[in-house]
């Protein structure tokens, strides 16, 4: 009631379009703002999520080059894995075993009739980029879960399947086809059932579970040293490290060549977050710059009428707070469309994505609610130092 | 409650205007030492020129220029920062201006009302209604203050005046534009206030009167 009379009194001198515009001005401010947190916090969770199909972290395969000089003696040593993982720019290392057994998978349906020689590679599950519960095998399993690269269904898609007139494939009739799986051991040989269970776009190679692996190596090896890596995997955050270059390049080592990607997808995303989030700092230092003179503005055009009141006794704490909630409220408001805004994009980008084997959280994270309490405190002691000032200046 | 009633003291007060002119050898409160007790009933009969307004506006805190001290209850008024001045103004010292000081734009119970919400929960807007229709103003309660007749304003401003607790009422000329009639009832009813209250009254006007009884008449 008091604040009703008060509003007759103290009214806004600049005008509701200015004001409304300078409204404007502050949304999109708080808007990119908040839009390069939650880009910043989607970003570093691809960067340090293990379920993501196509993670932007980077994982690579490394093996020795091989020459005329080391036929023969390809696999890595243990001194040389070591060496590998004491780099710095190594986070994790995962060592690839291959099988050291003669194996085969063979169509089980006449109507789809296939075989072939095969081997086999195992890798820690944490650098698989496909997370499947059906990813474990023992003895008691039913099947043999392979993970095969997507490369094999292209190739099969696209050449294989056109020249021998056979069905083409999804990945998903693939994951469902049961096959046999013959290894060759020294009491003959042994069968059971194989299913591919996941496409992987990061390790070109047929993979077994490491159980699986440990299990067949110990028994059925024809050599010495079973479980002895050929190659690793290393997890790193920057492929395009020189570093990594340079002692690759020393040791005689090699990786996949062209992983070049993930790095441009990181630059991008660099340069979108620094952009809106220095656009919108930027911006939000210029809304409330024009905010304080609004505030300016309404006191100076009003101090008659202030001063009025002052002598009928009303406090300087009533008119602060009377100011505020005639300027602050809306900026309550910007601040809660933006992050219903950015809540929805947030939730269209997580379905988008999610067909595309990329997992975001479907909702926004803490740290852009609070970026907005955070920009909300800021523009709320703004307002209060601005309105404070000018009160005093007035008198 | 030694705060709740408040006593007045002036020491060797003089506006520094009027500091140079002989008038205050006569005076009874330039430049003497007076005590207003509370509750006190008290007429300054003040001839143009002397200070009148001046007087009701340093009592009141607004203008500064002056020499000497005002004390309310041993504590000087030139100490008051602005949060103990609005307390001052809200729960101890009530005015009546000269000029009245209404807002024109807003209408005559909106300028009551403002002055109510003030001091919130000491009056109820019953009361006003009950006022206004005392005095014989209760035709133009929705009125733009701006368009009401000085006397309608004037007991506008009284009313206003009473919409809060009080330990002194300080009226410059408050009946100005009255007739007697007028006079009769608005004095009654701020008499009525002040003894509800237990407070105190100063009224400053140019000519003697018998408006209230008086416990004390004091020429400045």
């Keep these: 009631m008091l604040h009703t009379l008060l509003s007759k009194l103290i009214k806004n001198s600049a005008g509701k379009t200015r004001f409304l515009m300078a409204l404007v001005g502050m949304s999109v401010a708080i808007f990119l703002i908040l839009s390069a947190v939650q880009l910043q916090v989607n970003y570093y969770q691809l960067l340090h999520a293990k379920d993501n199909q196509d993670s932007i972290a980077n994982f690579l395969v490394v093996n020795k080059i091989m020459t005329d000089q080391n036929i023969g003696s390809s696999s890595l040593s243990e001194e040389q894995i070591k060496d590998i993982q004491a780099q710095p720019f190594v986070e994790s290392l995962g060592n690839i075993v291959p099988s050291r057994f003669k194996a085969a998978i063979q169509s089980n349906s006449d109507r789809f009739p296939f075989y072939t020689d095969i081997a086999f590679e195992s890798v820690p599950s944490e650098f698989l980029d496909i997370t499947t519960k059906d990813w474990t095998w023992t003895e008691q399993s039913n099947y043999l879960p392979i993970i095969v690269p997507n490369q094999f269904l292209d190739i099969y898609n696209f050449q294989f399947s056109i020249s021998q007139n056979l069905p083409q494939l999804t990945p998903a009739v693939v994951k469902m086809l049961v096959f046999k799986v013959t290894i060759q051991t020294p009491n003959g040989p042994l069968s059971m059932n194989g299913r591919v269970v996941g496409l992987s776009n990061r390790i070109s190679s047929m993979l077994v579970p490491q159980s699986f692996m440990e299990w067949a190596n110990k028994r059925f090896a024809n050599s010495q040293s079973a479980n002895a890596s050929s190659r690793v995997v290393i997890r790193t955050k920057d492929p395009g490290n020189p570093m990594l270059v340079s002692y690759l390049k020393e040791k005689g080592l090699t990786t996949d060549a062209d992983k070049t990607r993930f790095s441009r997808y990181r630059q991008v995303v660099d340069f979108v977050v620094n952009i809106s989030g220095i656009t919108g700092i930027l911006m939000l230092a210029f809304a409330l710059l024009i905010f304080t003179l609004f505030i300016q503005l309404t006191i100076a055009s009003c101090k008659d009428e202030i001063a009025l009141l002052v002598l009928m006794g009303s406090s300087p704490k009533q008119l602060k707070r009377f100011l505020m909630r005639r300027f602050y409220p809306p900026n309550i408001w910007i601040a809660l469309i933006g992050l219903i805004l950015i809540s929805v994009t947030q939730f269209w980008l997580f379905q988008f994505l999610k067909e595309k084997q990329i997992f975001l959280s479907p909702y926004i994270s803490a740290y852009t609610v609070m970026a907005a309490i955070g920009i909300l405190l800021v523009i709320a002691l703004v307002n209060h130092q601005s309105i404070k000032k000018w009160l005093r200046q007035k008198k | ?220």
């Design chain 2, 1 to 220: 409650m030694p705060d709740r009633f408040m006593e007045i003291s002036l020491q060797s007060l003089i506006p520094i205007p009027l500091k140079d002119r002989k008038l205050h050898e006569q005076s009874g409160i330039w430049k003497k030492n007076c005590l207003f007790h509370q509750a006190e009933w008290i007429k300054i009969q003040a001839p143009s020129g002397t200070g009148k307004t001046s007087f009701q506006h340093i009592l009141y805190g607004i203008r500064h220029d002056y020499e000497g001290a005002v004390m309310y209850n041993h504590q000087n008024l030139k100490d008051f920062d602005e949060d103990a001045l609005a307390k001052l103004r809200q729960e101890q010292l009530s005015v009546i201006f000269q000029d009245l000081k209404l807002f024109g734009n807003l209408t005559a119970l909106e300028n009551i009302e403002l002055k109510r919400l003030l001091s919130p929960g000491f009056r109820t807007s019953d009361s006003i209604q009950e006022m206004a229709s005392l005095l014989g103003i209760d035709g133009i309660l929705h009125q733009p203050a701006a368009i009401c007749s000085y006397g309608e304003q004037q007991r506008i401003a009284i009313i206003r005046a009473l919409m809060q607790p009080f330990d002194w009422l300080i009226m410059d000329e408050p009946f100005s534009h009255l007739d007697d009639a007028n006079i009769q009832k608005a004095a009654s009813l701020i008499a009525s206030e002040c003894k509800a209250r237990g407070a105190g009254l100063i009224i400053t006007d140019l000519e003697a009167d018998n408006h209230f009884n008086y416990q004390r008449v004091l020429y400045l």
